[in-house]
């Protein structure tokens, strides 16, 4: 069967290019390890956020919120590190995400009613990470903010009994508490839901889901999107062929065996797939390797053939709608790096801009790495997943069916 | 035997093959002649079953090969003018594929295999890639795959393109040895001297029809001249016209500044009488050569033009 052996040729010509399949396969895998680099510090680690704490107040409230850390789920995230007046030099040299300053009289100020300031500095090399520090310290301020007003009574008595240096009475204690146990149980209905909220999806999630998920480590994060950028390349190297074969006669002499020109298109899409199926296994193989969790098996399998077939699809459509190699590069390394620039392999989407976000759903990246992001979550399966397989998969067909009429459209009107 | 009538295939306003027809018997060798562009490829890429013509048929052995492609090519062998062949593998690799192809398998290919590479000389270098070859070698290898599957027929696009003249030399005898064990050889070249070597028959094409068909003997016969003057010296066109054009059993066949052409009639007055005369015409003459006349001249007296313009 003529398309089988052009596959195996296919295959037999990467086997025996080593260093240029290597080439192919490293790209995804070195930028997703400069990702993490950047992002986290190491290739497969989880996401851990230096931050300087610059406690000028040393009171107990600058002290708990200074000491978030010390939970065991934020230690393994944040790394806080207290500093003096150095931390801004530090800074400055780019050795942490953050720096939070409480500055003396902060507690004093919070207590008697008065404006009290958290001040954070930003490393401006980096960008997520500091902003996960600015939006916590925000929800911070904001909480303390409320808590200010709600409690007002019980921290001016609380000011009080901190300035007095007498031990306060067992009747005065009792008191604060009798006023901020009544207060939070009018409140309870109001106060309580969001607050838990926040604190269980944001702050203390559920560490065994995360593990399971594995979701939580930087490349964990960025793999799906980096993969389905190498395969999308992987595919462009592999319907590259399909032009070289024309140009260089290839093509030609094929046809003057008894080979069909939609045994040789059959053959050639085929090919394109299997590589860019076996690349994504690769790919997918290393990211276990590096301890990241894809979710349920039966799921990334589907989620990778379905993103195989979109990514083939796609270039060896480019590849029948241009007439020589060089032309077929520069266009499909452009909707390469739109798509994933847009669909979300490099930045999450929820960084865009509104008016981004829908054009996003229009490329297969998007669809790729959301649902993979998807299989992560824990109890993920196929069904979970189904939109993305149907449009990955419908898009490959519709994609590679147009590309292949394409080509036999070009050969039958002698472009061979 | 391989029939062609009517073939034809135009490009727009260019007509690349315009009805050509072709009678190319079993076991013969036989050249298609032409300069760069006359059509010869477009021509075997339709024979070939590569490229449909827009009209025309093409049959081997009563056999149309636009209506059963894969069993005419079955039988059918292609040496393309492009060196066809993957660089990125072996020489074997290549024809291990080539072979599959053509329906070989197991031990049936593995010595088809052998056989071609020990044939052209590249037995040793079956493992080799074939990006390490020279081109003589890439061209034998070409070949080589041509001749894999043992063909009937065997077509040969300016196969020797761009090799030194000793690779030139063992893939004519490579070509003459397929021959005397009877496949039939369509080979097309715009060098005269292979054509007048190798073929038992040579038609001559330029722009995309054939002027003439014939053995080497019968087409310098044809041309009807006994012998051909190339004349050099001082002189411009219009001198030599006028001076020459009016000596008997003289005919001209290019005249420029500096250069005149002719041929000798063999029924006129021969070469002894006519010499003097051109000697004494009063042009200013540096050199005169005479030659015998072969498919150069011919294709001039057919064209008014040389082989390699």
Known sequence: MAPLKIVLRDLKRMVRNPVRTA????????????FSLVFGGGAASEISIRVLVYDEDQSLISRLLGGAGSSPELDRRLDLVPVGEEGFEMMERGEASALVHFPAGFTQNYLDGEPA???????????????????????????????????RTELETIGAMTANTAFPSDLAVGSVASGVNHKLQSLERWVFPPVINLETTTVTPDTADVEEAGGSSILGYFLPGLSMMGILFLAQSATRDILHDRESGLVRHLLTAPVSPVDYIFGKCISVLVVSTLGFFFLI??????????????????????????ASGALVLISSLV????????????????????????VPISQFPDFLRPLAKTTPVFWAVDGFQKAMQPGADVAAVSTNLMVLGGAGVIFLGLGAVALRRRMAGGHI | ???????????????AVDGIDLEIQDGEIFGLLGPNGAGKTTTISMISGVLR?????????????????????????????EIAVYEDLTAKDNLDFWGSLHGLRGPGLKSAVHAALERVGLEDRAKDRVKVFSGGMKRRLNLCMGLLHRPKYLLLDEPTVGIDPQARLAILDIVREVAAAGTTVLYTTHYMEEAQDLCDRIAIIDHGQILTIGTLEALTRQSGESEVLKVVGNFDEA????????????????????????????????LLEILPQVLGSGLSIDDVS??????QSVFISLTGRELRD
């Open chain 2, 53 to 81: 013509p827009d009209s025309g048929r093409i049959t081997f052995d009563g056999m149309n090969i636009w209506v059963e492609p894969k069993k005419v090519k079955r039988n059918l062998g292609v040496v393309p003018q």
């Open chain 2, 239 to 270: 001198a030599a016209n006028q001076r020459l054009s009016g000596l008997s059993g003289l005919r001209l066949i290019r005249v420029e500044a500096g250069t005149v052409l002719a041929g000798i009639d063999a029924t006129g007055p021969g």
């Open chain 2, 290 to 295: 005479i030659q015998k006349p072969n498919l």
């Open chain 1, 117 to 151: 300031v958290i001040s954070i500095v930003k490393n401006p090399a980096e960008r997520f990470l500091p902003q996960v520090i600015e939006e916590g310290g925000r929800i911070g301020a904001e909480v303390l903010s409320q808590g200010s007003r709600v409690f």
């Open chain 1, 323 to 346: 007439g020589a190699e060089r032309q077929a590069d520069a266009l499909s390394t452009i909707v390469i790096m739109v798509w994933c620039l847009i669909g979300g392999a490099f």
């Open chain 1, 285 to 310: 193989a290393f990211g276990i390797a590096a301890g990241v969790n894809w979710g349920p098996a039966t799921t990334t399998i589907a989620l990778v053939l379905a993103a195989s077939l979109a």
């Open chain 2, 1 to 15: 035997m391989i029939t062609i009538e009517g073939l034809r295939k135009h490009y727009g306003d260019i007509k």
């Open chain 1, 23 to 34: 080439l192919l396969f490293s790209l995804p895998l070195m930028l997703a390890g400069i």
